[in-house]
Structure formats: C-alpha cells, structure tokens
C-alpha cells in the first residue's frame, strides 16, 4: 500500500528563506541579464556621443533625466555585483571558499560591497 503524500496545494514565495548563497546566485543571473540587455544601448549612446559635440550634448542632457540616473545607478549596482560575484564563483572554481561557514561569509561580503558600491555611485550621481 502506498502512501499519499501530503504536498502543498499553495507554495507561500515569501515564506521562502534562501540562504545568503542563493541569494548570490540568483543576483548574479539576474545582473548578467540585466548588464547583457543594456549593451546595446551603451553601443548606441557611445556612437552618437561620438558624432558631434551637439549629440553629446544631449546626451549628456539624457544622463541628467531622473528616470535615466535611476536606470544607470541600477546597472551600476549590476555590474558591481556581478564582477565581485564572478570573481567569488572564480575562486570557488579553485577550491578557495568551499566550505559551508567560508561560503556563506563571501556570499555576505560579495552582497554588502556590492551595496556599499551602488550606494557610493547613486550619492555621487544624485547629488
């Protein structure tokens, strides 16, 4: 005779813990998705920037934009993260930080200096 399993019939997203490493590993596909989706608006803001100084002008007026500064402090937030999160999974790669207690602390300080640094830039450009 089998037993029915009790499974659940509504799964609470917010009741959830992932431990700080998940956390990690899903910023860093997030941000490698959002880094990769603006690359071709980078390619196209450089070109114009460099066709004449009154495009660059107003590009420089775009950058000014509050809903602009917004977008360029979250990919800065991106890019931060996901550098210090590669270079994490990098040394993981080489057997530095395997264990639990060492993984969870690089997990937090790849976390907290990506915060640092997203916050350092978003006082430098709103300010």
């Given at each position: 005779?089998?037993?029915?399993?009790?499974r659940p019939?509504?799964?609470?997203?917010?009741?959830?813990?992932?431990?700080?490493?998940?956390?990690?590993?899903?910023?860093?596909?997030?941000?490698?998705?959002?880094?990769f989706?603006?690359?071709?608006?980078?390619?196209?803001?450089?070109?114009?920037?460099?066709?004449?100084?009154?495009?660059?002008?107003?590009?420089?007026?775009?950058?000014?934009?509050?809903?602009v500064?917004?977008?360029v402090?979250l990919l800065?937030?991106?890019l931060a993260h996901h550098?210090?999160?590669?270079?994490?999974?990098?040394?993981?790669?080489?057997?530095?930080?395997?264990?639990?207690?060492?993984?969870?602390a690089?997990?937090?300080?790849?976390?907290?200096?990506s915060?640092?640094?997203?916050?350092?830039i978003?006082?430098?450009?709103?300010?």
């Amino acid at each position: 005779m089998q037993l029915k399993q009790q499974r659940p019939k509504f799964l609470n997203l917010l009741k959830i813990h992932l431990p700080v490493t998940g956390i990690t590993s899903i910023a860093h596909r997030i941000s490698g998705v959002l880094l990769f989706l603006a690359i071709p608006g980078f390619i196209y803001l450089f070109q114009l920037s460099l066709r004449d100084e009154s495009t660059f002008n107003g590009i420089s007026e775009l950058l000014a934009n509050s809903a602009v500064k917004v977008i360029v402090t979250l990919l800065v937030w991106a890019l931060a993260h996901h550098l210090l999160a590669g270079i994490r999974y990098l040394l993981t790669d080489i057997a530095i930080g395997l264990d639990l207690p060492a993984a969870r602390a690089s997990a937090w300080l790849v976390n907290s200096a990506s915060a640092c640094i997203f916050l350092l830039i978003a006082v430098v450009m709103w300010l």
